[in-house]
């Protein structure tokens, strides 16, 4: 069984105050940086702003720019985030939380915080509901694609 005390000095409050390290602990891990890119870091390697934060605009800008993945994901889902922004201007036009809201439609704060993702599209139905529910009125319509121009091919 062996003696209950063995072990219990390396993993308490004063043996790390004094820092002893247990045996068989984890080494330290090292990477290699670029001496060239000065740009603050965090612990995952991205680039990081004013205060250590991430900045998603720099992030996103060059994603667009260099992932042709990304560019195409993100021009997919342009309406859905639109629709989000329209359902949460509405919402604070209205001076609603989105408890209020839910209230008002007979749903949950969880719903609402969805609808407002941008992540789920959600029926006509649920749309008429958050119309009534915020005092506006629901208009959806269909726009054409824009026309090239005539005469502005690369051959002119």
């Known amino acids: 069984m062996g003696n209950p005390g063995d072990g219990q000095r390396r993993d308490s409050a004063s043996a790390l105050r004094d820092r002893e390290r247990p045996s068989g602990g984890h ?8 001496p060239k890119d000065t740009a603050p870091r965090d612990r995952g ?7 250590g934060r991430i900045i998603f605009d720099d992030l ?3 994603w667009l720019r260099e992932d042709p993945e990304y560019c195409a994901a993100h021009a997919a889902s342009q309406e859905e985030y639109e629709l989000a922004a329209a359902l949460i201007a509405a919402r604070a036009h209205a001076g609603l939380t989105q408890e ?20 789920y599209l959600p029926s006509s139905r649920t749309l008429q509901r958050f119309a009534e529910a915020t005092g506006t009125k629901l208009r959806i319509s269909f726009v054409a694609p824009p026309r090239p ?8």
């Open 60 to 62: 996103q800008a060059r």
């Open 45 to 51: 390697g991205a680039a990081t702003g004013a205060g």
């Open 27 to 34: 080494r330290a891990r090292l990477r290699q940086e670029d």
């Open 100 to 119: 209020e809201l839910a209230r008002r439609m007979g749903t949950s704060q969880g719903a609402i915080a969805r609808l407002e993702s941008g992540r």
């Open 149 to 156: 121009v005539a005469g502005s091919g690369a051959g002119n």
